[in-house]
């Protein structure tokens, strides 16, 4: 018979953090994977603006996985992508809590001959199979919309 902690851990990945506390507004940020982040409130909080809102790191962390998708599942079907940039705007909600409401993902791929169609098939899969963090956001009631564009690279 399974244990219960073996099954929570075959079912699950864990993933871990640490939040320090580091004086008037500011905190560091450890992932499991040993990086360091800083993240500070904006002054009128009492912040001295010393590194990205926690709020922005929400959607540095949606751009970021949304990316790395576009760009494997482009690599994977040997397209020749060179460049590929996420631009993401956000609206949060007027009142407290200032969840998102709306985030937008405009997609710039580069390289020189990519398939329009390849591209297009890329950013869906993304949207709606592969990124975790766009996904559940999406669950959360968050409406997020995808565009690209390409831009073909000289010889």
């Not at 040997?78 to 409401?101: H, I, Y």
């Not at 559940?136 to 000289?154: F, K, Q, S």
């Amino acid at each position: 018979m399974i244990s219960y902690r073996t099954f929570f851990r075959a079912e699950f990945q864990v993933m871990k953090a640490r939040i320090q506390w580091a004086g008037e507004a500011l905190f560091l940020g450890e992932s499991g994977s040993g990086h360091v982040v800083v993240m500070d409130g904006p002054p009128e909080s009492g912040g001295r603006n010393l590194g990205v809102r926690p709020m922005e790191m929400l959607l540095l962390g949606l751009g970021g996985c949304t990316n790395f998708d576009v760009v494997s599942i482009l690599k994977k079907g040997r397209q020749p992508v060179e460049s590929c940039e996420a631009f993401l705007e956000a609206e949060r909600a007027g009142e407290d809590p200032k969840v998102f409401t709306r985030i937008h993902v405009h997609f710039v791929v580069k390289g020189r001959g990519l398939k329009e169609a390849q591209v297009k098939r890329a950013v869906e899969l993304s949207a709606e199979k592969y990124c975790s963090a766009s996904i559940m956001l999406g669950r959360a009631g968050v409406e997020i919309t995808h565009d690209y564009e390409i831009v073909e690279l000289g010889a």
